[in-house]
């Protein structure tokens, strides 16, 4: 029983390790990067350069559409896809959901299929490897800002095995939230990181065309109201307008 115990004591250290090493391998530079991650990171960083560019293109007005649209494209997000589309704590006529979901498409989080997506997810598997930002499971940095630049971790299909020969220890595996192989339990474990996505919890919204238009389309819809404001109030509208809101 001590052997055991000592072999255990041993081996969680590693674990651990390999448990660390495996998330940044995932998070960062294992994986391959995609389309949709390569253009998250353009847009948010195209954004915070033109947060630098507001403090010498000021003026009231523009002050006044970037909070305009901040509440537009806030309430969208909340009433929305939060509350609305996300737990269906209440019904609205369809004009009026298509409306609100639409303002929240304004404020680049998203489309409704996405957005509802990884937050029904988050719920579903809160804290565990399967929760597409949790702080608990892939760390801070994943869950501030990470997430955002990994599609796959929300939509695709990922298996991420490491291997270690050890004893028995199943119940650190469980308070990890992994699954281990019963076949390799008494020579070698096989840690599974693995996460599901496809859009496959959304079948409600996917029913409606109007979400899937939606859904092909999002990022157009800011681009569009970028050159409408530029084309109303210049330089300050596109600054304050289109960066300080989001």
């Known amino acids: 029983m001590e052997k055991k115990e000592k072999e255990e004591a041993e081996v969680v250290p590693m674990l651990e ?8 391998r995932v998070q960062l530079f294992g994986r391959q990067w995609n389309f949709f991650d390569v253009t998250s990171v353009i847009v948010v960083s195209v954004l915070h350069c033109l947060a ?3 403090p010498f293109h000021f003026n009231w007005g523009a002050v006044w559409v970037a909070i305009a649209l901040n509440s537009i494209s806030g309430v969208g997000i909340t009433l929305s896809y939060h509350r609305n589309l996300a737990h269906k704590s209440f019904k609205l006529p369809k004009w009026l959901e298509y409306f609100f979901a639409y303002c929240a498409v ?13 937050h ?21 940095w994943f869950s501030h800002i990470g997430w955002v630049f990994d599609y796959r971790s929300r ?13 028995s220890f199943s119940l650190y595996l469980s308070s990890c939230n992994l699954a281990c192989d019963d076949r390799y339990r008494k020579k070698e474990v096989r840690i599974l990181l693995h996460y599901e996505g496809r859009l ?4 409600d919204l996917k029913k409606q065309p109007y979400y899937i238009f939606l859904h092909y389309t999002y990022l157009f819809h800011s681009v569009a109201l970028g050159v409408l404001l530029y ?5 300050p509208f596109l600054v304050w307008g289109m960066d300080l809101f989001h």
Not at 106 to 118: D, K, M, R
Not at 231 to 235: E, P, Q, R, T
């Open 17 to 24: 390790w390999y448990f660390w090493l495996a998330k940044w």
């Open 52 to 54: 630098l560019l507001a």
């Open 106 to 118: 304004l404020g680049l989080q998203g489309s409704p299929l996405e957005w509802v997506s990884t």
């Open 120 to 140: 029904r997810n988050h719920h579903q598997f809160t804290d565990t490897w399967s929760d597409p930002h949790s702080p608990i499971a892939k760390g801070l």
């Open 155 to 167: 939509f695709g299909s990922l298996k991420l095995y490491c291997n270690v020969i050890v004893g």
């Open 200 to 203: 496959n919890n959304v079948g």
């Open 231 to 235: 084309v109303v109030g210049g330089l």
